[in-house]
């Protein structure tokens, strides 16, 4: 049985310290906030919003792209993502980035089907609760209007990315008990036709990239058919800052030189999106088609539940 923090007491009816806006994030590996998110991030931390990055894992198995990086196995890959990681919010902006439970608290599952599944310190064998809890923390003192996770397949199936949605939206339900209802809860989506769009356009592009092969809209987490977006956040303005971050990721992500194009390890190129999108899973949307996070929710003063 888990103990739940609790709000203090004396903080109730308070407002909240700094920013009028606040959006947290959960992702389940160094690197998965700026090729989802990082247009958004550096967006929101340009205008002033707080923006919290809660990173699960430290994706110490991961595969090393660059050759001379190789050797990085284990904690030490781990201690080096956390320096890539810290380098790419820098670049995003944003400054509030905490690693759940602590640096290393919870290890790196692998991919589905592999026998570190089972590793009883790895995060798809986390208790739910006692890792939502240390995200409750997180949300009771940063209080964010906003939380943006992966659906309930983690986008893309990856164990990790799976527990990070059980934990993200597990938290959200314990806060709301706690003292903190999260008015807004997204998951990370791309639009159908613009990932065909863009797939048909990297065909094309596909003999100038250092790429000899393009990955397909099936291997992008994410997505699904246009109708059930909510909400597109324009980041054309913030490409730069998106594709710096994505580049601190070096173990993890080659960026194409002058195109919005990257590779993960498996080598397979992928389009570099800057507009990014949502699907509103909790809460009211402002408009028809948000171009907001924070649309519809005035004063941005959150809800508080005690
Ligand atoms: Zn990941």
Redesign the pocket.
Same mark, same amino acid.
């Given at each position: 049985m888990t103990e739940l923090p609790s709000a203090d007491p004396a903080e109730q009816g308070r407002p909240p310290a700094g920013a009028a806006r606040r959006l947290l994030l959960v &992702?389940?590996?160094p690197?998965?906030e700026s090729i989802n998110n990082g247009a958004t991030m550096a967006r929101y931390a340009a205008e002033g919003a707080r923006v919290t990055l809660v990173t699960c894992t430290l994706?110490e198995r991961g595969e090393v792209i660059p050759p001379g990086l190789r050797h990085l196995t284990g904690a030490a890959l781990g201690e080096h993502r956390l320096g890539e990681l810290t380098a790419a919010a820098r670049a995003l902006g944003v400054e509030d980035v905490r690693l759940l439970g602590g640096p290393g608290r919870y290890g790196d599952s692998g991919m589905m089907g592999i026998p570190d599944n089972e590793d009883p310190d790895c995060f798809w064998q986390a208790d739910l609760d006692e890792a939502a809890a240390h995200l409750v923390r997180v949300i009771l003192e940063v209080r964010p209007q906003v939380v943006v996770a992966y659906d309930d397949n983690g986008g893309y199936g &990856?164990p990790?990315?799976i527990q990070a949605h059980r934990v993200a939206m597990r938290a959200v339900d314990l806060a709301a008990q706690a003292g903190w209802s999260v008015p807004k809860v997204y998951w990370n989506r791309v639009p159908r036709t613009v990932a065909e769009d863009a797939f048909a356009g990297l065909g094309k592009a596909l003999a100038d990239l250092p790429f000899t092969a393009a990955a397909t809209v099936g291997d992008v987490p994410g997505v699904v058919a246009d109708e059930r977006i909510t909400t597109a956040i324009d980041g054309t303005a913030f490409a730069a800052a998106k594709t710096a971050a994505m580049r601190a990721h070096a173990t993890q992500i080659e960026v194409a030189p002058d195109a919005p194009y990257f590779a993960l390890s498996n080598e397979l190129a992928q389009p570099l999106f800057t507009t990014e999108y949502y699907e509103l899973v909790r809460g009211a949307r402002g408009e028809e088609r948000e171009t907001d996070l924070f649309a519809g929710l005035a004063g941005t003063s959150g809800e508080e539940t005690s």
């Open positions: &992702h389940a590996h690197d998965d994706g &990856h990790d990315h």
